[in-house]
């Protein structure tokens, strides 16, 4: 799998957003700022990309997102419950149209001590003020791989979801 931004997908999604007069955030764990910097990576994207957090740690998607930590603790930190929530959040903070959010396993850090019964994948979402739509991506490639997949799997869905 090759690793890059795909111009047609930016430039769709772009012409959307623009057209229809849409904004959006994005609240990255595993991603870690790849959408952010796909989206920033167009001329003119201040138009509809209002911002951006990336809470990577525990702490800050309960500090900055104000995530429940119940809900990671119950669910884990990597599920449907969490980054439905971590999309709600940031589209409220923001207070843009659409939030867009992941969490996940694109990696271990040492296959030796990984918990057994976790595998790498992660969880998409979508927030808008009608609707929340969430994917599992599983992840069987290399950390980067990983991160640009969950990337393009979200940014497709949400370009099929404005449409």
Request: proline residues 2%; glycine residues 6%.
């Amino acid at each position: 799998m090759q690793i890059y931004l795909d111009h047609l997908l930016l430039n769709s999604i772009s012409e959307i957003m623009i057209k229809k007069g849409l904004t959006v955030s994005v609240a990255e764990s595993c991603t870690g700022g790849f959408i952010s910097t796909f989206f920033t990576s167009k001329s003119g994207a201040s138009n509809f990309f209002k911002g951006s957090l990336i809470t990577y740690s525990n702490e800050a998607k309960v500090s900055l997102l104000g995530i429940d930590p119940n809900v990671i603790n119950n669910h884990g930190v990597v599920s449907k419950m969490v980054v439905d929530d971590m999309a709600d959040s940031v589209r409220k903070k923001h207070g843009v149209d659409y939030g867009l959010a992941t969490t996940g396993y694109v990696e271990f850090f040492d296959t030796n001590t990984a918990p057994k019964n976790i595998t790498l994948h992660a969880w998409i979402s979508i927030s808008s003020a009608n609707n929340t739509i969430s994917e599992l991506v599983p992840l069987n490639q290399s950390r980067l791989e990983n991160i640009s997949h969950v990337s393009y799997r979200l940014l497709n869905l949400f370009r099929k979801e404005i449409l």
